[in-house]
């Protein structure tokens, strides 16, 4: 069992950084895998990033490559999600996820249903 919190939410303005935390805390593994979505009203929640905790291994979605880094602490405890060049369409609601133990692979790693631990969720808005 594991429970994970997200942070660093907030109101910035298109062009802005961000950098989300996931605070993991229970009968957390150092290994498996953890991953990064969101969901803007009125849309499905789509995969932004994950990760392998035990590996180098990193999954980007195509929209956010190249402007969105996942990373992990020492010890693998905090799982951080940065964003740079924001754009209004990053607006939405930014929930980590994670499976424990288990190395996810794509397809597998971008869909919610892999993973069983959630976060509340923290909310990222982007003006123009």
């Known amino acids: 069992q594991v429970q994970l919190v997200e942070s660093g939410g907030g109101l910035v303005q298109a062009g802005d950084s961000l950098r989300l935390s996931c605070a993991a805390s229970?009968?957390?593994?150092?290994?498996?895998?953890v991953g990064w979505f969101r969901q803007a009203p009125g849309k499905e929640r789509e995969f932004v990033a994950a990760?392998?905790?035990?590996?180098?291994?990193?999954y980007y979605a195509e929209q956010v490559k190249g402007r969105f880094t996942i990373s992990t602490d020492n010890a693998k405890t905090t799982v951080y999600l940065q964003m740079n060049g924001l754009k209004p369409e990053d607006t939405a609601v930014y929930y980590c996820?994670?499976?424990?133990?288990?190395?996810?692979?794509?397809?597998?790693?971008?869909?919610?249903?892999?993973?069983?631990?959630w976060g509340q969720g923290t909310r990222v808005t982007v003006s123009s």
């Open positions: 229970g009968r957390t593994f150092s290994s498996g895998t």
């Open positions: 990760l392998r905790r035990s590996g180098t291994s990193t």
């Open positions: 996820a994670a499976l424990l133990g288990v190395d996810l692979a794509y397809p597998t790693v971008s869909r919610a249903s892999a993973y069983p631990y």
